[in-house]
C-alpha cells in the first residue's frame, strides 16, 4: 500500500517545471524542486508568484502557500522526500537516462516517477532506472500545466498497473483530467492531434491557399470554440442532428475520405519556415509574447470556470 502523496519533486524548473510547481502547490500540497541552472530558485520563485493570482482565482484548496515550496540543487535529495517525482529535464534520452537513474536510486521503490516528455517513450525513459523501471511513467501535460487539465499517463513496456494507478489517482486528486494511453507511442495523442492539424495548416501555407492569420482565424472562430466545449468526437455527433456520429459517417464519410487524399505532406524548408514565422509576426503586429499569453491565459480561466460549472465530459 502506497503512502498519500503530500510532497512532490518537481524536477527540472524550466516552463513547464515551473508551472508543475504552482499547480501543485495551489493544491495544498509540498513541493520539492531542483534544476542544477544557475539563479534557478530566484526564477522559479518569480514564476510561481506571477501564477498564483491565476490559481487563486480557480481556486486554492486549505493550506495552500506558496511557502510550502522549498529547493535544492541535490535531486537526489529532493527525490528521497518524495511521494511523487514530477521530472522536466531536456527531451533528450542521454539525458533522462542519467537523471533517472539518480530518482531511482534514491526515491522510495513506491513512489511513481512520471516525466512530462511529450514525445519520448517511458519505455526508453526507464532504461535509466535499473532498480525499479516499473515505476516509471510518461506523464504530459500541456502547456501551461496550471491551467489545462489534461494530462496524458503513458506507460512503458515494463510499467506496473499498479504504477499506471496510482498517477492516474494522483493526478485526479491534483484536480487534472488524466488520460491513459493503452500503448505507447511518439507523441503520445494530442501532440498527434495536433501535429496532423499543422501539417494541413503548414501545407496550406505553403501552397498560398490562405495566410497565417486566416488559418488563425479559421480555427480559434470557428472549430476551435467548440473543440474547447467538446472533443471531436462529441461534436462530430451533435452535428448529425437526431441521427448523431452515425448519420455522419454514413452521409459525409466518403467526400472525408477524398479529402484525407488531397491533404498536403509539406516539408519544413527554409522558404516555408520564413513564411510561418512572417506570418505570426504580421499577424501579431507587435504583441509581446507575454502580452499574448496573458490575453489567452484570461480567457482560459473564464472558460475553465464555465466549464466546472457544467458535467460536459
Not at 524550466?14 to 510547481?21: D, E, K, N, T
Not at 523501471?133 to 506496473?160: A, D, K, N, Y
Not at 480555427?219 to 461534436?235: E, H, K, M, T, Y
Request: proline share 8%.
Amino acid at each position: 500500500m502506497s503512502a498519500p502523496v503530500r510532497t512532490v519533486a518537481v524536477v527540472g524548473t524550466g516552463v513547464i517545471g515551473a508551472s508543475w510547481a504552482a499547480h501543485f502547490l495551489g493544491r495544498g500540497l509540498d513541493v520539492v524542486a531542483t534544476d542544477p541552472a544557475a539563479g534557478a530558485e530566484e526564477r522559479l520563485r518569480a514564476d510561481v508568484a506571477a501564477h498564483w493570482p491565476t490559481i487563486s482565482r480557480l481556486g486554492l484548496v486549505p493550506g495552500a502557500s506558496p511557502e510550502r515550496l522549498t529547493f535544492t540543487t541535490d535531486v537526489a535529495a529532493a527525490a528521497a522526500g518524495a511521494d511523487f517525482v514530477q521530472e522536466n529535464g531536456p527531451e533528450r534520452p542521454e539525458v533522462k537516462h542519467r537523471l533517472f537513474a539518480v530518482l531511482d536510486a534514491a526515491a522510495r521503490p513506491d513512489v511513481v516517477l512520471a516525466s512530462s516528455s511529450s514525445g519520448l517513450l517511458p519505455s526508453v525513459i526507464a532504461q535509466g532506472c535499473p532498480a525499479h523501471p516499473e515505476r516509471v511513467v510518461v506523464g504530459h501535460p500541456f502547456h501551461p500545466p496550471h491551467l489545462i487539465p489534461l494530462v496524458e499517463v503513458v506507460p512503458g513496456e515494463r510499467t506496473s498497473e499498479e504504477a499506471v494507478e496510482r498517477a492516474m489517482a494522483f493526478y485526479t486528486a491534483a484536480g487534472k483530467r488524466p488520460i491513459r494511453l493503452r500503448h505507447e507511442l511518439p507523441g503520445h495523442v494530442a501532440n498527434r492531434l495536433q501535429a496532423a492539424l499543422w501539417r494541413e495548416a503548414y501545407s496550406l501555407v505553403d501552397r498560398g491557399v490562405a495566410s497565417v492569420a486566416d488559418i488563425d482565424t479559421a480555427i480559434s472562430q470557428g472549430p476551435g470554440l467548440r473543440w474547447a466545449v467538446l472533443g471531436p468526437f462529441a461534436n462530430q455527433h451533435l452535428s448529425g442532428g437526431a441521427g448523431g456520429i452515425a448519420h455522419v459517417l454514413e452521409h459525409l464519410g466518403p467526400p472525408t475520405e477524398a479529402w484525407w487524399r488531397d491533404l498536403g505532406d509539406p516539408t519544413l524548408t527554409p522558404e516555408l519556415v520564413a513564411k510561418l514565422v512572417d506570418g505570426v509576426a504580421a499577424e501579431l503586429g507587435g504583441v509581446t509574447t507575454d502580452e499574448l499569453a496573458a490575453r489567452r491565459d484570461a480567457v482560459l480561466h473564464t472558460l475553465l470556470v464555465a466549464k466546472a460549472r457544467t458535467d460536459l465530459p
